[in-house]
Nanobody, 119 residues
Framework: QVRVVESGGGLVQAGGSLRLSCVAS????????MGWYRQAPGKERELVAR???????NYADAVRGRFTISRDGAENTVYLQMNSVKPEDTAVYYC?????????????WGQGTQVTVSS
């Protein structure tokens, strides 16, 4: 079985910074990509940032230039450095790990971590 666990959420003032972490663990797997999604109240879940096993990244327009995604491949860990946060960044942030186990590939989701930005 695979576990995906996020940490690092909390309350931060607008203009401040926060770093989220996510670890994928469990049975033997290969990481294809990892990423972060978020869901604000009353809104659909949306992609924030994604990083492939080769290091390629993509970002939502709303966070590009403010957020940075990175990963530690050896530790199956992905980070989201959030700078210059805004109240509209308030949401539950979910980590997703795109993993392959033998020939079986699927996304594994974490439980989410709350990020609240005060104005």
């Amino acid at each position: 079985q695979v576990r995906v666990v996020e940490s690092g959420g909390g309350l931060v003032q607008a203009g401040g910074s926060l770093r989220l972490s996510c670890v994928a663990s469990g049975t033997t797997f290969r990481v294809n990509a990892m990423g972060w999604y978020r869901q604000a109240p009353g809104k659909e879940r949306e992609l924030v940032a994604r990083i492939s096993s080769g290091g390629s990244t993509n970002y939502a327009d709303a966070v590009r230039g403010r957020f940075t995604i990175s990963r530690d491949g050896a530790e199956n860990t992905v980070y989201l450095q959030m700078n210059s946060v805004k109240p509209e960044d308030t949401a539950v942030y979910y980590c997703v790990a795109d993993l392959s186990i033998d020939l079986w590939r699927r996304n594994w989701w974490g439980q989410g971590t709350q990020v609240t930005v005060s104005s």
